[in-house]
């Protein structure tokens, strides 16, 4: 089994990733965004330093990918990742334009051909309001300059990558609304997702009378 969590800024994507590690006794490969020297200048001025920013998160991601999933896959356990690959070409098309966007998908094109897929996508949602107050609450100092029209910008995106403009061949997606959902407190919530996945990726013991929302 190899999963996925999906979803914008501040959406829970890394909280319940390690929830969901025990439960599934899984390998878990988190993404390393901090070490990024020049996101906290890009949150400030995202025109000036969006290149930059792009290219050093398309290598590092590749770079940590190539290497991490194929071994950790061969290792016989599941994997749960808090990211994809190819939500780093969504952020491109955001951030990029004119040579610098075309350069861009040269490179990863050619990069994105030798990175395994997860089996399944699980993208959360929640309102901008949700998510800005999460985003505060957290209170990442490189996230303090962050606009709300970025956030709804990235929401839109989302929408359009993993649900609208979904390329034939691409990882399945399931759809997990957590405007009202507390996996920390409250164990229902996070069994309540578990279940999804199970029935999403046919795994046993699952309920399969439980709703679901796919997209792929």
């Given at each position: ?5 999906e ?13 969901l ?53 061969a ?51 929640a ?74 990726l ?15």
């Amino acid at each position: 089994m190899y999963l996925a969590i999906e979803g914008v800024i501040g959406v829970g994507k890394t909280t319940l990733a390690r929830l969901l590690q025990p439960i599934f006794q899984a390998n878990l490969l988190l993404e390393v965004f901090e070490e990024n020297p020049f996101l906290s200048s890009f949150y400030t001025d995202r025109q000036r330093y969006a290149f930059q920013t792009q290219i050093f998160f398309l290598l590092s991601r590749y770079r940590q990918q190539h290497q991490a999933v194929p071994q950790l896959l061969a290792s016989g356990k599941p994997l749960i990742a808090d990211y994809t690959f190819e939500k780093d070409a969504l952020f491109a098309r955001i951030n990029l334009q004119g040579d610098e966007l075309e350069m861009y998908w040269r490179v990863h094109e050619a990069l994105a051909e030798k990175i395994p897929l997860p089996q399944l996508v699980v993208l959360l949602r929640a309102d901008v309001d949700v998510l800005m107050q999460r985003i505060a609450l957290r209170d990442r100092p490189y996230e303090r300059n962050m606009e709300r029209a970025y956030i709804e910008q990235l929401c839109r995106a989302y929408e359009q990558h993993f649900l609208e403009n979904r390329r034939l061949g691409s990882s399945p997606v399931l759809v997990v609304d957590t405007n009202h959902l507390d996996y920390i407190r409250n164990p229902q919530d996070l069994n309540s997702v578990v279940e999804r996945i199970r029935q999403a990726l046919r795994l046993s013991p699952f309920q399969a009378e439980l709703p679901l929302q796919m997209e792929g």
